[in-house]
T-cell receptor
Framework: AQSVTQLGSHVSVSEGALVLLRCNYSSSVPPYLFWYVQYPNQGLQLLLKYTTGATLVKGINGFEAEFKKSETSFHLTKPSAHMSDAAEYFCAVSGGYQKVTFGIGTKLQVIP | NAGVTQTPKFRILKIGQSMTLQCTQDMNHNYMYWYRQDPGMGLKLIYYSVGAGITDKGEVPNGYNVSRSTTEDFPLRLELAAPSQTSVYFC?????????????FGSGTQLSVL
């Protein structure tokens, strides 16, 4: 069984401030971990993913995430928020094959 | 590149009506999926397919049916629409693999059942 917990369904940050979106996972096998972003009225797009190897993963638009096995976490960060980052972000886990489990999502608001 | 295309974008159904949500992809992906997205609930897998002629249930299959006669198309059928099926539906596709592969999503179908 696998699951994802995203802490905070809504996060607000000021433009230029650090973005931190939290994700904890549960998986009975070594997981594959993903962050997807959804802009209004669009489908989800992959931001970044962790498979194996380096635990710090860099993605598009300046986002990165760190896989911490001991904490079962995969938090998403960006040093400086832009207005264009306002969207909903989904953490997801896959324990193999193609059954990906998504978290409930975190809506990011960027305040000018 | 068209990617994953879903039609229609919006639809209102009356209780008990039926409809088919269409999904087609032009990337020659073997794997295709249907998810529903409800506020505060994330995405839930309805059905998936690993190739033409092969489908399997996901987490929330009740009230839905699928077929996969070609690699490109993966329609989702609602036979007797219920208010609980009001949701946004996303079709997705990926290449085969170990589960680490990226999902490509369509832009969604917003369905209301009244």
């Amino acid at each position: 069984a696998q699951s994802v917990t995203q802490l905070g369904s809504h996060v607000s940050v000021s433009e230029g401030a650090l973005v931190l979106l939290r994700c904890n996972y549960s998986s009975s096998v070594p997981p594959y971990l993903f962050w997807y972003v959804q802009y209004p009225n669009q489908g989800l797009q992959l931001l970044l993913k962790y498979t194996t190897g380096a635990t710090l993963v860099k993605g598009i638009n300046g986002f990165e995430a760190e896989f911490k096995k001991s904490e079962t976490s995969f938090h998403l960060t960006k040093p400086s928020a832009h207005m264009s980052d306002a969207a909903e972000y989904f953490c997801a886990v896959s324990g193999g094959y193609q059954k990906v489990t998504f978290g409930i999502g975190t809506k990011l608001q960027v305040i000018p | 590149n068209a990617g994953v295309t879903q039609t229609p974008k919006f639809r209102i159904l009356k209780i008990g009506q039926s409809m088919t949500l269409q999904c087609t992809q032009d990337m020659n992906h073997n794997y295709m999926y249907w998810y529903r997205q409800d506020p505060g609930m994330g995405l839930k897998l309805i059905y998936y397919s690993v190739g033409a002629g092969i489908t399997d249930k996901g987490e929330v299959p009740n009230g839905y049916n699928v077929s996969r006669s070609t690699t490109e198309d993966f329609p989702l059928r609602l036979e007797l629409a219920a208010p609980s099926q009001t949701s946004v539906y996303f079709c997705a596709s990926s290449v085969p693999g170990t589960g680490s592969e990226k999902l490509f999503f369509g832009s969604g179908t917003q369905l209301s059942v009244l």
